[in-house]
């Protein structure tokens, strides 16, 4: 398994024209900064309905779109290649930008989407990111 370096954070906030740091306080917050971190996603009746891979947790509804784009072959390349999971999803959080612009509220849809019911989770999860990024700048 392959380790994330800093330089990866770097390479996807230079791409993505976003602060490296506020990507690696996502990854931190969605995995622990865990290479091969799955979560499951669950109802109220504790069924999963979805699946996230990696470091930056990239949801399974995103792989027939990455296949597709001959980005990846299966979620084991989300696992397997650290750089590449973070690439993919500070290109999430760069197109989710560019729908509802950089505020508090869009920084929250990277963990809980774009939903109406959803907006103080959203606030939710922005606060927990930020709250990683003071640590990261030493």
């Known amino acids: 398994m392959s380790f994330a370096s800093s330089a990866c954070f770097n390479e996807a906030g230079s ?29 109220k009746k504790n069924n999963i309905k979805s699946v996230d891979y990696g470091l930056m947790q990239i949801n399974q509804m995103h792989i027939p779109m990455l296949k597709k784009r001959g980005i990846i072959k299966d979620e084991r390349d989300l696992l397997d290649n650290p750089c590449l999971n973070i690439k993919i999803g500070t290109e999430i959080l760069y197109n989710h930008f560019s729908r509802c612009g950089v505020t508090w509220q869009c920084l929250g849809t990277y963990n809980a989407g774009f939903a109406m019911e ?13 709250l990683y990024i003071p640590d990261l700048m030493k």
């Open 118 to 130: 959803n907006q103080k989770k959203r606030l939710q999860y922005a606060k927990k990111y930020i």
């Open 15 to 43: 791409i993505f024209r976003i602060e490296p740091n506020l990507i690696k306080a996502i990854a931190l917050v969605e995995s622990n900064l865990k290479n091969d971190s799955i979560g499951k996603n669950r109802d």
